[in-house]
């Protein structure tokens, strides 16, 4: 064989000298190069955005449109709702969302005023909530959000009980997607002043979050908790539970049973401001299969329909959602999708992403405040590069183009309502998906069993 049939032969190899030179799939030059970063700072490696690993996904799916077997609807005369109620399982005044998506909570600081702005212009013009993230009620952000969900966390920064009588809805934050088990983290590079006294902390130092909430441990705890934020809002709002998808069924269960609204599940896909890397690509369990186990767990409960389900973590548009409502969630929850939106990667103030080590396109830097685009930093004079009213119109038309691409999904599936699309419409594009969803594989009849 020659040199050239050999080097075809091992298409991950490289020639070197007329020799092969074979990379070790263990020790690849990417763990390589972890390790000698971990030795040069000597602690875990910190990073933002989302998990960089593949997983199970919903791009998986396809959906499996009407032809002989049913009747599609005329995309241009036939109507297809997407209006969502969702909370109303205590008696509370429900949420209405004239599409089922909801912006996720991302708070004032580790996004800029203007990001948080520009969100709350958008969600409030297309008809959906938004949610205030730890630190707090961002000042003007409840004139900002028509619906607004205040979220109440560990960390109790910003927290005030006013503020909580404002909302529309209250948010117990037990953990997120992209760090389940461990509390927010808000490094040097975004505490600024109006941030610092806002949480109560010194200004210009690294901000972790607890990990619990101070006053509960567990679902008993969590039940009067509940019960605590319903007196004090005087059973008006809806409760939500988020949870980071890791022992879906039970925590589901448990939740449901300690009095939430509302669970806003997040699964590993969900992405943060700062994480420990290896946070982010080895804990949780991917978005898809999370919501089979939590509309399983709510089944079993005989509170399917009664206990509103959202999911989150690595939406990317209206498809994503289209095959999240077929497999049993009421609405989903965006955050980064949100954030490209509004310019996150956008390929333009080159110089400074190259100043961040990166390139527009791979950006996942917006712990180090340096956000070349306005969006994840304190510094005012980047922050300028984001104005509010612009970066909300790139946000509402991308709204609205996620509601058209779920009604165009479930039309051609012969349903006048995005919500009533279910697993029946789709097939599995790998045995994967097949497995985790019971979904049948791609020319076959039934799921793919073990």
Known sequence: MENGDVARGFANDAVAGGRVVRPSHIWSPEVI?????KAEIGRYRIRAYSTLRRTVHFQDLTFVPCTLTRIPLEGYRERCETRTVIGARHGAEPITLQT????????????????????????????????????GMRPGEREDSNTLVYQVLPSRYGFDPHHLQMADAAEVVIGQGAKPGTGGLLLESKMSATIAEARTLPEGVDQRSPVRHPDFFGPDDLQIKIEELREATDGRIPIYVKIGACRVLEDVKLAAKAGADVIVLDGLEGATGASPEALLDHTGIPTMPATVLAVRALREEGLEGEVNLIVSGGIRDGVDAAKALALGADAVSIGTAALIALNCNKPVHHEDYERLGTRAGACHHCHTGGCPVGITTQDPELVKRLPPQEASERVEHFLNSMTMEMQMMARACGKSDVHDLEPEDMRALTLESSLVTGIPFAGMDRPVAL
């Open 33 to 37: 190069e972890d390790i000698q970063e």
């Open 100 to 135: 089922p998506i909801t912006i996720a909570g991302m708070s004032y600081g580790a996004l800029s005023a203007n990001a948080k702005q520009a969100l709350g212009w958008a969600a409030s013009r297309v008809g959906i909530s938004t949610t205030t993230g730890d630190g």
